[in-house]
């Protein structure tokens, strides 16, 4: 405690470069955490589902955005090694008015999903998911966005669904919630019954794709080739993607933007650095007579570069709490989007906020790092010399 | 008999810069007693700083031993002179030297904080050497609030404050005017005097100098008092250090 005394001391010594540059620093990881906060949504869009062997059925030349007849869905559950089919409509929903928060909701055959999304139905108490086949308006709710509204299984809501500009009067059935950590992205989606969302909509029965589970990763080969003759030359050709394939089209989609953020990323804080070393050799530079005292009074060359690294740890932490808390509030303050034709949920986790602190002290340790070396090694007989 | 406190033993120093050599102390031999108080007078140049920064441990003698209390320090590596100094040294500049960020009191505490003391017993050694120069009611105040003397008197504060064997005063009195000279005098003969401490000072000012006990003059890096030897051991200084 009596270092960090001292340490805040020397910090106060001139307010307006201490204020400057952790004003730098602030600003420099509030840049990181939000990006990293959009790499991470990114990210999460892209993972999870895994563990289960699943094939997309999408139209062979537009993807998803060009969609296929729902009845295709009944062919498709009848080919060989296919345990459970559901069409799959997507849409970003929000809960009032246009401003978000913003959901991804997909409109699903409750008794497909059920079969090829057993990891995330298998959480859901198996009553609720009977509501959500009985009832055509069921939804199925991600916790968070639960928790966020106070809402309970059973309510009655209303959410706009922002790509056709319908509103879908829905009953809450269940939860969705990720406890074995394989399917995070779930706790801020939304599903709902397709029968219902097509009607709403007035489309007639158009999907943006198909979802196939499939027996065993062995037969991923035979079904795609089935599928893909079987619609050959038809009306409307299909492409079958593995589930991984999907995520790599979209990474690929993507993949520049997070390059960029990441690139962003470095420079800002690279920046900040130099920036942040130079004001601290500023200062070292101007306090070498008081060095040099303290060696004399005893201070070991160890005691005067861990003093000089706590000021610079302690200048780059608070700030780095600053900027992190100030990105924190951004997203709480209003739900963000990109549009890609995905909708992302921005939420400042705890890990990004962890990396944020941790980048910070290790900006102080780095930063500091140097000045504090020279500064230890002063002599004091010619520091104490000097004019 | 009363063995030295501080033992000077055929001290030499020679400064080398690439090819040039300038020597700056020859042999000195000085002994200290517990209790005395030394006052180091010579022109500039003589060699007065040198030998009191080699005193101190902030510097290392090409030559010779420097033993306290029966401890010699030639040899101890940077990190061990700087815990030797922390213990059993007491500084005092002569441009005061406090940190203008720390109150009086703060300033004080300074050297406590490498000791292993509880903030109370800090507070307690601290009021007590604000006490001694006669600031306890300017123990809040910053240096930029004190006149030169009463930073010098926190100063002294701050060189008693650990107890230290040996207190060391680089021209203590050179930047005051002549109250404040005064006032700084009669603070080190109360040190020496009341609370036996011993101090070796250097100084310009005969008048300062006479208010010790003791007057050792330095002339062209040798002790007065030793110059019969120069003639003598030249050769032989010059043989062994260059």
Known sequence: MKWIALALKNLLRNPRRTLLTMGAVTLALFIFTTLQTVLSAIQMQQGGGMGEVRLAVIEKYGGPRTELPVSYGARLGRFEHVIGVTPLNFTIVTAGGTSGPFYITFAVDPEGYRDCFTSITSQIPPSDYAQFIKLRNGALIGADIMRQYGWQVGDHIKLNSLLNRITLDLVITGVLQDETGANQQVSTQVVVNEAYYDAVRDKGGKVNLFWLRIDDARNILPVVKQVTDYYANGPMEVAVQTEGSMIARFGQFTASIQLVIKIISIAVLFTVLIVTANTIALSMRERRKEIAVMKAMGYTREGVLGLVILEAVMTSLLAGMAGTALAWGLFQMKGLMLSFGVAFNFVVTPQVMAAGLAISVGLGVVSGLVPAYRTARVNVIRALRSI | ?242
């Open chain 2, 1 to 242: 008999m009363q063995q030295p406190l501080l033992e000077v033993r055929h001290v030499s120093k020679v400064y080398r810069q690439g090819e040039i050599e300038t020597p700056v102390l020859y042999d000195i031999d000085l002994d200290v007693f517990p209790g005395d108080y030394v006052a180091l007078m010579g022109p500039s140049g003589s060699g007065k700083s040198t030998l009191l920064n080699i005193v101190s441990g902030l510097d290392v003698p090409t030559a010779g031993d420097v033993i306290l209390d029966g401890e010699s320090i030639v040899g101890l590596t940077e990190s061990e002179l700087a815990e030797w100094r922390r213990e059993h040294i007491g500084f005092i500049f002569q441009q005061y030297h406090l940190m203008p960020v720390l109150t009086a009191f703060e300033n004080v505490e300074l050297p406590l904080l490498l000791l292993d003391m509880t903030k109370r017993e800090r507070r307690e050694r601290v009021e007590a050497a604000l006490e001694i120069v006669g600031l306890t009611d300017r123990m809040k105040y910053y240096p930029r609030q004190l006149s030169g003397g009463q930073q010098q008197r926190v100063g002294i504060a701050r060189a008693v404050v650990t107890d230290p064997l040996l207190i060391i005063g680089d021209e203590p009195t050179g930047n005051l005017d002549v109250r404040s000279t005064g006032d700084v005098l009669r603070l080190f003969e109360i040190l020496n005097s009341d609370l036996g401490k011993t101090i070796v000072m250097v100084t310009h000012d005969p008048h300062a100098a006479e208010h010790a006990k003791t007057i050792e003059h330095l002339e062209k890096g040798i002790l007065l008092e030793n110059e019969n030897k120069r003639d003598i051991r030249m050769d032989e200084i010059r043989a062994k250090l260059f």
